[in-house]
């Protein structure tokens, strides 16, 4: 049985920086063994965390780490039906 799709709310943009040290690449071009350095938001209050999986294969995830810093527009929510919601 396939998990239900999250809710989704849009929000404020926020830009994100991420600072990487990549240490291979294949003959394709993908890039791997990568590592995060540092990560930096517009909005310091937000916070994110930035995750490499090293089986991933060159996937990359962000998480915000704070709701405080987020700035949720007043647009409706989605119909969708959830878990229970941390953000909102």
Known sequence: MANAPLAKRTIKPIKIVVEFEVTQINENGTFSK???????????????KVSTPPQGGGSIYLKAVNPEGISFLSEAETTVKSAPKKFF
């Open 34 to 48: 990568i590592t995060v350095i540092k990560a930096a938001t517009s909005n310091k209050d937000a916070g994110v």
